[in-house]
């Protein structure tokens, strides 16, 4: 079974701070890994997706891989309340798009 | 913008009923899927189709089937809507191709089974 893991939260932070999420993958073969946002009663959100091992900035958002670790994770730098949301790490392990969902981690970002 | 939607946001059936869950995506996209969605579980693919007629089974397919007729529509079908059916569900449909595609959301279905 190809699993996702994520730690549930919540996590919290000061507005200001740095937030970081991780995420790990059991499946070595995966090729491409997606941060959503999901805030409370919506869908999810695509942050960013990355490919190649190394850093990927976007704004405030900085994606991180690591494949052989299998370890993906996102900072936010500068958070703000708005940032609060459950984050969804997804990683496709390859054919037809499908991605496989961890289960969140709920951030909380206090003024 | 692509434009996912889903025929009702919240839904409230009997046990036993059968139930159709629409989703149609309007930007030509091969590849559409369905969700549920469980606190603590995440999102759990139900079926997942890459072309008009075709379908493979996701992770937790029992109790459901699906039809694609069309391009841009993707249903999903309650054949018996059973209490541990109630649930959020959630299509998303991408591109395909070489290359790294994202999914986009539809807003969801929040279903209930009494």
């Known amino acids: 079974q190809k699993e996702v893991e994520q730690n549930s939260g919540p996590l919290s932070v000061p507005e200001g701070a740095i937030a970081s999420l991780n995420c790990t993958y059991s499946?070595?073969?995966?090729?491409?890994f997606f941060w959503y946002r999901q805030y409370s009663g919506k869908s999810p959100e695509l942050i960013m997706f990355?490919?190649?091992?190394g850093d990927k900035e976007d704004g405030r958002f900085t994606a991180q891989l690591n494949k052989a670790s299998q370890y993906v994770s996102l900072l936010i730098r500068d958070s703000q309340p708005s940032d609060s949301a459950t984050y969804l790490c997804?990683?496709?392990?390859?054919?037809?798009?499908?991605?496989?969902f961890g289960a969140g981690t709920r951030l909380a970002v206090h003024p | 913008d692509v434009k996912v939607t889903q025929s009702s946001r919240y839904l409230v059936k009997r046990t036993g009923e059968k139930v159709f869950l629409e989703c149609v995506q309007d930007?030509?996209?091969?590849?559409m899927f369905w969700y549920r969605q469980d606190p603590g579980l995440g999102l759990r693919l139900i079926y997942f189709s890459y072309d008009v007629k075709m379908k493979e089974k996701g992770d937790i397919p029992e109790g459901y089937s699906v039809s694609r007729e069309k391009k841009e529509r993707f249903s999903l079908i309650l054949e018996s809507a059973s209490t541990n059916q109630t649930s959020m569900y959630l299509c998303?449909?991408?591109?395909?191709?070489?290359?790294?595609?994202?999914?986009?959301f539809g807003p969801g279905t929040r279903l209930t089974v009494t």
């Open positions: 990355i490919y190649s091992n």
């Open positions: 997804a990683v496709n392990p390859g054919g037809y798009n499908k991605l496989i």
């Open positions: 998303a449909s991408s591109a395909t191709g070489v290359g790294t595609y994202e999914q986009y």
């Open positions: 930007m030509d996209h091969e590849n």
């Open positions: 499946d070595r073969g995966s090729q491409s």
